[in-house]
């Protein structure tokens, strides 16, 4: 019986009580590294995704949107612009490169992206199987659509999987599949901008075209295409492009006028500027000087964690609180059970046990509680990240799963820190309890 | 001699001082500690153990004087040499038997030679008893136990603190004849302190305390 086994006799001699003291150290470590795991692959998840991308430029509105939109695929873009705004973009001096998205599809809720294989390239993404895309109506998927190569789809419009109205015109065909990247890019279908803008300026006449060969039934309850034969002509004019006024279904103008934009617009366009002069400068000359809206990914985002930071700081209290409760809990566990177990103590010490022995024993007591508590709590922590990572949405693309199953350097300084609050914690015992008073307790019988 | 005590006073707190009288044992002696209650005698096994330095006086543990060596020296002889036995017996119930008796070498780091436990168990009716918990012993198993362990490294002293005053006639007896045997066997000095008038024809050696005053022998 060393001090180590006489802690943990004493550790199972009171069930109950030890494992109150373990829960609580597991929740307050498991609510802490949760927390830091999560902000922190956040923050990167947040930088991975906007690695070379200096500013974005999009339609005006609001620079967040424009960022969650057209970097993170998160928020609907606010509009669309032209293709001219895009080609002088490309030809400005300050800019490197500037790769065009066209937005506005999906397939089964996997939103669909319009681009250039630069786009691939700026996420370093590489191939599963199968190759880039080449011709139009070719589309390389990204590794979390579970899309397999040469399967064909047709896109529907909108950012939801519940729009009715597809693009049934012409059928995607899966050219190619990409290895995960941990970025927002497992979750998007790519394909070439012109198969997007080649889709929505044919939209209306060759849907239909194809609903009919459909049969009526089908193309009854489609809504959406309901007028479509009152102007199958205006369709193919996008130069004179007003047929809005060419019909009174009001709900719908709006919406088929943003999607056949798309068949000569872009939605934004990530930029690279040459230096990074040229990156605190552009933004302000292409907001002053142009219609369109420039974005500084790291600006929005640092903003946005900001704002997020109020909710961290309150599950980080939270967290605070657990732990400052399992060494209240500990103290006064420690305390009660050393009441009750002086006369076992005083018996060590006429055994011939030093009195650092015991104060060795209620310390090492304390460390397996709090150490074991930790552990567990830290293995929680990762656990509940990871189901997390894989399970809500929105962390999809941001947060890689796996590398919440990683050891972390955090574990090892919340383990570090669990075990300095046990020991502190039983400091006050552990002393009290080799200052013992023998002969005075032997005397009492 | 094995152990002496000379001219020991105790001084504590508001209590009058304790004078306590001079003891010497002999190797392999047997000797009764008589006196009231309150007279000292749990004091002066305190003292004689190194566990409470006396306010005046001194303890030779084999020629040496004992609260000369510091504490920590105190308690790693305290655990060789001395044997211990307690009124309400102190076995830690969260152990096993043989944990509670093992305690002795584990505390004293000392190594016990194989098959030491087991024999010792066997002779004191406990074989059966050795892998339970000790809180499920019955009073009787319990004090064998404490014997048990208190003998287990051969000490050169075995000292009992009021060892029979809960039990009847009978067992007062037997418990008795079970230390005397034991000390014999091993080779200890016995000493033990009691008010318990029962014992005193068993013991050739009677040393007796008063309630209060001076020394007395
Ligand atoms: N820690 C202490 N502080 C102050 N006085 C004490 C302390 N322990 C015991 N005393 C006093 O010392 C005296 C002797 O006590 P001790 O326990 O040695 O007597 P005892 O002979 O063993 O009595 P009993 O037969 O009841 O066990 C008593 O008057 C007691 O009140
Ligand atoms: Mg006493």
């Known amino acids: 019986m060393n001090a180590v086994s006489l802690a943990v006799a004493a550790i199972r001699a009171r069930p109950l009580q030890s494992a109150l003291c373990i829960l609580s150290a597991t929740l307050g470590s498991a609510l802490l590294v949760l927390v830091f795991l999560l902000s922190q692959t956040i923050a990167s998840g947040f930088q991975r995704n906007a690695e070379g991308i200096d500013i974005v430029a999009g339609a005006k509105g609001s620079p967040l949107q424009l960022v969650l939109s057209s970097v993170y695929h998160a928020d609907v873009p606010a509009g669309n612009i032209e293709m001219s705004d895009y080609l002088a973009l490309q030809r400005d001096r300050h800019v490197r490169q500037a790769i065009p998205l066209a937005l506005g599809d999906n397939y089964q809720g996997w939103r669909m992206v319009g681009s250039t294989p630069d786009y691939l390239k700026l996420y370093q993404a590489e191939f599963a199987q199968g190759q880039v895309f080449a011709q139009p109506f070719e589309a390389v998927v990204g590794a979390a659509t579970g899309m397999k190569l040469g399967e064909s789809f047709a896109a529907r419009h909108g950012f939801a999987a519940d729009s009715n109205d ?19 890019l497992d979750k998007l279908i790519i394909t070439s901008m012109e198969s997007v803008q080649t889709l929505h300026s044919g939209h209306h006449h060759e849907d239909h ?27 193919h004019d996008h130069d004179a492009h007003d047929h809005d006024e060419a019909h009174d279904h009001d709900a719908h103008d709006h919406d088929e006028a943003a999607e056949e934009a798309l068949g000569h617009q872009v939605t934004a366009v990530l930029i690279k500027t040459r230096s990074p002069i040229d990156r605190m400068n552009l933004p302000r000359q292409i907001n002053q000087s142009s219609d369109l809206l420039a974005a500084v990914p790291s600006l929005e985002m640092a903003r946005l964690t900001k704002s997020l930071g109020i909710g961290k700081t309150l599950i980080l ?18 305390a009660s059970s050393l ?18 022995k015991l104060l060795l024993t209620v310390v090492a007591e304390a460390v397996l509680l709090s150490g074991v508590g930790t552990v567990i709590g830290l293995a929680v922590g990762h656990g509940v990240g990871y189901i997390a990572a894989l399970n809500i949405d929105t962390l999809q693309g941001i947060v890689l799963p796996e590398t919440f199953l990683q050891v972390h350097v955090l574990d090892g300084v919340f383990l570090l820190l669990g075990l300095v609050i046990g020991i502190t914690a039983s400091l006050i015992p552990a002393i009290s309890a080799a200052r013992t008073d023998i002969a005075g307790l032997l005397a009492k019988g | ?44 096994l305190s003292v004689l153990a190194g566990l409470l330095p006396p306010t005046e006086g001194n303890v030779l543990l084999e020629q040496q004087n004992f609260y000369a060596l510091s504490s920590v020296a105190r308690d790693r002889i305290r655990g060789k040499t001395f044997g211990f036995i307690f ?25 016990v030679e194989p098959g030491r436990l087991e024999d010792l168990l066997a002779k004191l009716g406990l074989a059966d008893k050795a892998d339970r918990k000790s809180a499920a012993l019955s009073q009787g198993e319990q004090q064998r136990a404490a014997i048990a362990r208190a003998v287990l490294l051969r000490p050169k002293l075995l000292i009992a603190d009021e060892p029979t005053s809960a039990l009847d006639d009978a067992n007062t007896d037997a418990v008795v004849t079970l230390l005397q045997d034991q000390a ?16 005193l024809d068993r013991f050739d050696t009677v040393v007796t305390l008063k309630t209060q005053g001076g020394p007395v022998s």
């Open chain 2, 1 to 44: 001699m094995i152990l002496a005590s000379n001219s020991i006073v105790v001084r504590r707190g508001e209590s009058p001082p304790l004078y306590l009288p001079d003891l010497s044992i002999a190797s392999g002696a047997q000797l009764l500690l008589m006196g009231p209650s309150g007279s000292g005698k749990t004091t002066l």
């Open chain 1, 317 to 334: 209290a939270l967290g605070v609180g657990f732990v400052v409760l399992s060494a209240l809990i500990l103290l006064a566990s420690l």
């Open chain 1, 339 to 356: 009441a009750v177990r002086r006369y076992d103590l005083a018996v060590l010490r006429v055994l011939g046990a030093s009195p650092g």
């Open chain 1, 166 to 184: 597809i693009h049934d015109a012409a059928m995607y065909t899966v050219t190619g599949v990409l290895k995960p990247t941990g970025t927002v």
């Open chain 2, 184 to 199: 014999t066997e091993t080779g200890a000095a016995l000493l033990i302190a009691t008010h318990d008038a029962r014992l």
């Open chain 1, 209 to 235: 075209e194809d609903a009919q060969a459909e049969g009526h039934e089908k193309h009854d309850d489609h809504d959406a295409h309901d007028h479509d034969e009152a102007h199958d002509h205006d369709a």
């Open chain 2, 87 to 111: 009124q309400t017996l102190h076995l830690l119930p969260s152990l096993t038997v043989a944990q509670n008796v093992m305690l002795a070498a584990d505390m004293a780091k000392v190594a």
